[in-house]
């Protein structure tokens, strides 16, 4: 598939806040009717990127690879491409299992690799278009020796992937460069392992429509360097309340388009899931 062409989103159920209670009390039917009203009421969405969760898998691993084997066979039934993510280092509020460096060290690398495997089989008949690895995983490890070892942790989950599976790898990533810390820059890092980039630029600035290009553009340019295709697999989100979302909507759906990016929004649906709700639903007013 070319890669410009994506369209769709991040997916996840609207019945849990974490991975244990999406997927071991995963609803079916429910499901179905997610995906069902996302296409009918965006009927270009060709794609889909859903959080699997290690800490389900740890809890009850029959039942979580039912029901995971369940929602990739109604993704595939649904025609949609899939872009399963395995690990998540992203903590958002409340915290949809994210780990850091601290416990993803070499010593502790034997239940993690059983994960990857045993969610790797269940993949082999589903429409998977790229496996991600980690969803920004350099959230908690922008630091030595942290960074090292969360590297090398993505390195050897991809190995093991890529000893079952043939399809391509990519990792999530902010998808550009700290600008005092290039040293700690995580394309650098993950493009020479993955297949394809994958970027989530948002504009959480409130960059104007041409400051917010011209970012793109030096990102884009950067890019070119690593001579492998990238993808945004996360973007036009910004705020938790609607009216104050349509300018980020705006930008970043006007800027992705005009440089045909393919890209996925996030998310399909409001979730307890970390940070998908709004913001009036925690309690939050005014930023306190």
Same mark, same amino acid.
């Given at each position: 598939m070319? @890669?410009?062409?994506?369209?769709?989103?991040?997916?996840?159920?609207?019945?849990?806040?974490?991975?244990?209670?999406?997927?071991?009390?995963?609803?079916?039917?429910?499901?179905?009717?997610?995906?069902?009203i996302?296409?009918?009421? +965006?009927?270009?969405?060709?794609?889909?990127?859903?959080?699997?969760?290690?800490?389900?898998?740890?809890?009850?691993?029959?039942?979580?690879?039912?029901?995971?084997?369940?929602?990739?066979?109604i993704?595939?039934?649904?025609?949609?491409?899939?872009?399963p $993510?395995?690990?998540?280092?992203?903590?958002?509020? #409340?915290?949809?299992?994210?780990?850091?460096?601290?416990?993803?060290?070499?010593? *502790? @690398?034997?239940? &993690?690799?059983?994960? $990857?495997?045993d969610?790797?089989?269940?993949?082999?008949?589903?429409?998977?278009?790229?496996?991600?690895?980690?969803? =920004? #995983?350099?959230?908690?490890?922008?630091?030595?020796?942290? +960074?090292?070892?969360?590297?090398?942790?993505?390195?050897?989950?991809? *190995?093991?992937?890529?000893?079952?599976?043939?399809? %391509?790898?990519?990792?999530?990533? *902010?998808g &550009?460069? %700290?600008?005092? /810390?290039?040293?700690?820059?995580?394309?650098?890092h993950?493009?020479?392992? $993955?297949? $394809?980039?994958?970027?989530?630029? /948002?504009?959480?600035?409130?960059?104007?429509? =041409?400051?917010?290009?011209?970012?793109?553009?030096?990102?884009?340019?950067?890019?070119?360097? +690593?001579?492998?295709?990238?993808?945004?697999?996360?973007?036009?989100?910004?705020? %938790?309340?609607?009216?104050?979302?349509?300018?980020?909507?705006?930008?970043? +759906?006007?800027?992705?388009?005009?440089?045909?990016?393919?890209?996925?929004?996030?998310?399909?649906?409001?979730?307890?899931?970390?940070?998908?709700? %709004?913001?009036?639903?925690?309690?939050?007013?005014n930023?306190?």
């Amino acid at each position: 598939m070319d @890669y410009s062409e994506i369209r769709g989103f991040n997916v996840h159920g609207d019945w849990g806040s974490h991975g244990i209670t999406e997927w071991l009390l995963f609803d079916k039917d429910r499901y179905k009717k997610m995906i069902a009203i996302g296409k009918e009421r +965006f009927p270009k969405m060709n794609t889909v990127r859903i959080w699997f969760s290690f800490d389900a898998y740890i809890a009850d691993k029959k039942k979580y690879l039912e029901n995971a084997k369940t929602a990739t066979n109604i993704l595939t039934e649904a025609g949609l491409n899939i872009i399963p $993510v395995y690990f998540n280092g992203w903590m958002g509020v #409340p915290s949809f299992g994210g780990f850091t460096y601290e416990n993803v060290k070499e010593s *502790q @690398y034997p239940p &993690y690799i059983r994960f $990857v495997k045993d969610t790797t089989r269940l993949l082999k008949d589903a429409n998977v278009l790229i496996i991600d690895i980690a969803n =920004e #995983p350099f959230n908690n490890g922008w630091s030595n020796p942290g +960074f090292d070892i969360i590297v090398n942790f993505l390195k050897r989950m991809a *190995q093991t992937v890529r000893e079952m599976d043939s399809r %391509p790898i990519t990792v999530g990533s *902010q998808g &550009y460069p %700290p600008s005092n /810390y290039r040293e700690f820059c995580d394309i650098d890092h993950l493009a020479p392992f $993955v297949d $394809v980039i994958s970027l989530h630029p /948002y504009n959480i600035e409130g960059l104007s429509m =041409e400051e917010f290009d011209k970012r793109f553009v030096s990102i884009m340019e950067y890019l070119k360097s +690593f001579n492998k295709p990238y993808i945004i697999t996360e973007s036009m989100w910004g705020t %938790p309340t609607a009216e104050a979302r349509v300018p980020y909507l705006e930008t970043e +759906f006007n800027t992705y388009t005009k440089h045909k990016v393919g890209f996925l929004c996030h998310a399909l649906f409001t979730s307890p899931v970390a940070d998908l709700h %709004p913001v009036e639903e925690i309690g939050v007013k005014n930023g306190l």
